[in-house]
C-alpha cells in the first residue's frame, strides 16, 4: 500500500485544499486524478490527529492507502493487488470494511460486492471481523467521475458532511440573517490562523458569533468584537449556548471598534494574533461617517499592527455569481465581479494594508449571489 491520502469532503473541494494547507503548513500535498484526494508527505499522525478534530472540509485520512483507476481493470485484478498490499500492511485487532462512493457510481464494478471481497480477504489472514465496534476500519471509495477506487485504512469517522449538531445559525438563541454558517465559519478560522497553537484569533466584526463559536469550538484563544452593544449582548449568548454555558476562559465578546483593535485586545495579545476572520457589512453609512471600503481598510491597517508575522486572514465579501459556478481557486487577476466595488481596487487596498492575497474562492449562496473568500498573509511594511 502506499502512503497517507487526505479525502476532501464534496462541499467545496479546493477551500478543503486550502483549508488542509494551512493546517498543516509544513506538508507536501501531491494531486491525484480526483479532486478530492490528495497524497501527504511529511506530517505526522499526531498532527491528522488535530485536523481531523477540527477541519469543516475534511472527511477521513486513509493510511497505506492505494488509489487505482478502474480503467480497463478487472475486479478480479484489483482485489489481487488489494490482497499483496494488505499482507505488506497488516494490522492488529478486529476490522471491519465501509465502503460508499462519490459522485456517483463506477459502471461495472459493485463496490458492495467488493466490501464484501474485501472483509473474506481480511478473514483469511486472520483477522477478526466486528462490524460493530472494529478497532480499524478498510475504507473503499469509489469516485464515478474519475472511476477510481481508493482503499486504505481510515482515521477519522469518513462523515461526508461537517458535523455541525444543533448549533446551526438558525438553532441559536439570536440569530440575525447576516449569521454564517458553521461549516464555512469553521472553514474560515482554520485557514486564517493555522494549526490551533499558532495563537488567538480575532473576529474584529462579529455580529452574531459565527467565527467565535467554531473558533473556540477548535480549542483556540479567541476574540470578537462589535461596535453595537446589541450584537456583543446577542454573540456572548450565542457563545455560552454553543458551549452549554461554560464558555473557556479564553474566547469572549466585546464591544469594541475593529479600526481601534489596539485600544480593545488584552497587551499580551498585541503583536500575536494568528488569525482575523472578516465579514464586514456592506453598503454606505455603515459605520458613521465612514463608507464602507474606508471602514475595511482602517480595520485591515488595524489588524496589520497586533498581528503576529506569519498571521493570516480570511475575508469575506459578496459577488456577483460566476456561471458556471467555479470550484477550483480563482486567479488573483482574474476579473471578479463584487457587488460593491472593484475588485483590482480591493486587492490593492488590501496589499496596502500591509496583506499580501494568496488565494480567492467563490462559494454559492444562490442563484443571484456568491461568497467571495479571500485569504491573505501578512506582509511586512516598509
Ligand atoms: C456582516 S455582520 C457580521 C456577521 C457575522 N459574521 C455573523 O456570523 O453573524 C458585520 C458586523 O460588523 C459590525 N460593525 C460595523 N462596524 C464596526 C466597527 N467599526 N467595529 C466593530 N464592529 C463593527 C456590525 O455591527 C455587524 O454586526
Given at each position: 500500500?502506499?502512503?497517507?491520502?487526505?479525502?476532501?469532503?464534496?462541499?467545496?473541494?479546493?477551500?478543503?485544499?486550502?483549508?488542509?494547507?494551512?493546517?498543516?503548513?509544513?506538508?507536501?500535498?501531491?494531486?491525484?486524478?480526483?479532486?478530492?484526494?490528495?497524497?501527504?508527505?511529511?506530517?505526522?499522525?499526531?498532527?491528522?490527529?488535530?485536523?481531523?478534530?477540527?477541519?469543516?472540509g475534511?472527511?477521513?485520512?486513509?493510511?497505506?492507502?492505494?488509489?487505482?483507476?478502474?480503467?480497463?481493470?478487472?475486479?478480479?485484478?484489483?482485489?489481487?493487488?488489494?490482497?499483496?498490499?494488505?499482507?505488506?500492511?497488516?494490522?492488529?485487532?478486529?476490522?471491519?470494511?465501509?465502503?460508499?462512493?462519490?459522485?456517483g457510481?463506477?459502471?461495472?464494478?459493485?463496490?458492495?460486492?467488493?466490501?464484501?471481497?474485501?472483509?473474506?480477504?481480511?478473514?483469511?489472514?486472520?483477522?477478526?471481523?466486528?462490524?460493530?465496534?472494529?478497532?480499524?476500519?478498510?475504507?473503499?471509495?469509489?469516485?464515478?467521475?474519475?472511476?477510481?477506487?481508493?482503499?486504505?485504512?481510515?482515521?477519522?469517522?469518513?462523515?461526508?458532511?461537517?458535523?455541525?449538531?444543533?448549533?446551526?445559525?438558525?438553532?441559536?438563541p439570536?440569530?440575525?440573517?447576516?449569521?454564517?454558517?458553521?461549516?464555512?465559519?469553521?472553514?474560515?478560522?482554520?485557514?486564517?490562523?493555522?494549526?490551533?497553537?499558532?495563537?488567538?484569533?480575532?473576529?474584529?466584526?462579529?455580529?452574531?458569533?459565527?467565527?467565535?463559536?467554531?473558533?473556540?469550538?477548535?480549542?483556540?484563544?479567541?476574540?470578537?468584537?462589535?461596535?453595537h452593544s446589541?450584537?456583543?449582548?446577542?454573540?456572548?449568548?450565542?457563545?455560552?449556548?454553543?458551549?452549554?454555558?461554560?464558555?473557556?476562559?479564553?474566547?469572549?465578546?466585546?464591544?469594541?471598534?475593529?479600526?481601534?483593535?489596539?485600544?480593545?485586545?488584552?497587551d499580551?495579545?498585541?503583536?500575536?494574533?494568528?488569525?482575523?476572520?472578516?465579514?464586514?457589512?456592506?453598503?454606505?453609512?455603515?459605520?458613521?461617517?465612514?463608507?464602507?471600503?474606508?471602514?475595511?481598510?482602517?480595520?485591515?491597517t488595524?489588524?496589520?499592527?497586533?498581528?503576529?508575522?506569519?498571521?493570516?486572514?480570511?475575508?469575506?465579501?459578496?459577488?456577483?455569481?460566476?456561471?458556471?459556478?467555479?470550484?477550483?481557486?480563482?486567479?488573483?487577476?482574474?476579473?471578479?465581479?463584487?457587488?460593491?466595488?472593484?475588485?483590482?481596487?480591493?486587492?490593492?487596498?488590501?496589499?496596502?494594508?500591509?496583506?499580501?492575497?494568496?488565494?480567492?474562492?467563490?462559494?454559492?449562496?444562490?442563484?443571484?449571489?456568491s461568497?467571495?473568500?479571500?485569504?491573505?498573509?501578512?506582509?511586512?511594511?516598509?
Amino acid at each position: 500500500m502506499g502512503g497517507v491520502l487526505a479525502c476532501l469532503r464534496g462541499w467545496h473541494p479546493a477551500l478543503a485544499l486550502a483549508e488542509l494547507k494551512a493546517l498543516l503548513p509544513e506538508t507536501t500535498t501531491t494531486a491525484t486524478a480526483v479532486d478530492r484526494w490528495w497524497w501527504l508527505e511529511g506530517e505526522q499522525a499526531s498532527q491528522r490527529h488535530d485536523v481531523l478534530g477540527m477541519s469543516s472540509g475534511l472527511q477521513c485520512f486513509l493510511k497505506d492507502a492505494v488509489v487505482t483507476s478502474t480503467d480497463g481493470l478487472l475486479p478480479a485484478d484489483w482485489l489481487e493487488g488489494m490482497r499483496t498490499s494488505l499482507l505488506a500492511h497488516p494490522v492488529s485487532g478486529s476490522v471491519a470494511v465501509r465502503a460508499w462512493k462519490q459522485g456517483g457510481k463506477i459502471p461495472s464494478w459493485s463496490l458492495s460486492s467488493l466490501a464484501g471481497e474485501l472483509g473474506g480477504l481480511l478473514n483469511d489472514m486472520g483477522c477478526t471481523i466486528d462490524l460493530d465496534t472494529p478497532d480499524h476500519v478498510l475504507a473503499l471509495i469509489g469516485d464515478g467521475p474519475s472511476a477510481s477506487l481508493a482503499c486504505g485504512w481510515m482515521e477519522g469517522d469518513g462523515q461526508a458532511a461537517f458535523s455541525s449538531g444543533q448549533r446551526r445559525a438558525g438553532e441559536r438563541p439570536f440569530f440575525k440573517p447576516v449569521s454564517l454558517d458553521p461549516r464555512l465559519a469553521r472553514l474560515a478560522v482554520n485557514l486564517a490562523s493555522g494549526p490551533a497553537n499558532r495563537g488567538p484569533v480575532v473576529d474584529p466584526m462579529t455580529g452574531t458569533g459565527g467565527f467565535l463559536i467554531e473558533a473556540s469550538l477548535s480549542g483556540r484563544a479567541c476574540m470578537g468584537l462589535d461596535i453595537h452593544s446589541e450584537m456583543v449582548v446577542g454573540a456572548t449568548m450565542n457563545l455560552a449556548w454553543a458551549h452549554d454555558d461554560d464558555v473557556p476562559s479564553e474566547s469572549s465578546v466585546k464591544r469594541g471598534d475593529a479600526t481601534r483593535l489596539e485600544d480593545v485586545l488584552p497587551d499580551a495579545w498585541l503583536g500575536k494574533v494568528a488569525g482575523f476572520v472578516l465579514d464586514p457589512p456592506y453598503g454606505r453609512n455603515s459605520h458613521g461617517s465612514m463608507d464602507s471600503d474606508q471602514l475595511l481598510e482602517a480595520a485591515m491597517t488595524s489588524a496589520h499592527a497586533v498581528a503576529c508575522r506569519d498571521a493570516g486572514f480570511v475575508l469575506i465579501l459578496p459577488m456577483h455569481p460566476i456561471m458556471p459556478h467555479p470550484m477550483a481557486p480563482l486567479p488573483l487577476d482574474s476579473d471578479i465581479n463584487l457587488l460593491n466595488g472593484e475588485w483590482k481596487e480591493l486587492l490593492t487596498m488590501v496589499e496596502r494594508c500591509g496583506w499580501k492575497p494568496v488565494s480567492v474562492h467563490a462559494e454559492r449562496v444562490h442563484r443571484s449571489l456568491s461568497r467571495l473568500i479571500l485569504h491573505a498573509k501578512y506582509a511586512p511594511r516598509d
